[in-house]
C-alpha cells in the first residue's frame, strides 16, 4: 500500500520560505509513479500546483505560482520537495501530495490521484 507523509508546513512570514516534503513508501520496484502538489485553502477548492515524473523526471508547474514554486525528487529517498519562495498570503492553505502511475505529468496538472497524504498546514502572515 502506497502511503505519503507530508512534512515542512508552517507560519511564515510574507516573503519567506519553505521547502515541503512528500515521504513516500510502498511505491514496490515501479518508477513510472507522478507524484502531485496540491492546496486547498479555507472556502476554496482544491488547486493542483505541481507534479514531477519519477521515472524521466518530467515538471509542470501551475500558471499561477510558476516563478516561486519548484518541485524536485530525490528517487534514492522516495522523496518530493514542492520549494516555495516568495510567500504570499494568499498561499495559506492545506498542502497536499498525491500519487498515481496511471496520469500523465507532461501536458496538463492531473487532478485525480489514486493515493494521498494527510496534507500539512502553511501559513503566511503579511
Known amino acids: 500500500e502506497v502511503r505519503l507523509v507530508e512534512s515542512g508546513g508552517g507560519l511564515v512570514q510574507a516573503g519567506g520560505s519553505l521547502r515541503l516534503t512528500c515521504a513516500g513508501s510502498g511505491f514496490a520496484h515501479h518508477n513510472d509513479w507522478i507524484i502531485g502538489w496540491f492546496r486547498q485553502a479555507p472556502g476554496k477548492e482544491r488547486e493542483g500546483v505541481s507534479c514531477i515524473s519519477r521515472s524521466d523526471g518530467d515538471t509542470l508547474i501551475a500558471d499561477s505560482v510558476k516563478g516561486r514554486f519548484t518541485i524536485s525528487t530525490d528517487t534514492t529517498k522516495n522523496t518530493v520537495y514542492l520549494q516555495i519562495n516568495n510567500l504570499k498570503p494568499e498561499d495559506t492553505a492545506v498542502y497536499y501530495c498525491?500519487?498515481?502511475?496511471?496520469?500523465?505529468?507532461?501536458?496538463?496538472?492531473?487532478?485525480?490521484?489514486?493515493?494521498w497524504g494527510q496534507g500539512t498546514q502553511v501559513t503566511v502572515s503579511s
Open positions: 498525491a500519487a498515481d502511475r496511471w496520469v500523465s505529468c507532461t501536458t496538463s496538472l492531473p487532478l485525480h490521484y489514486d493515493y
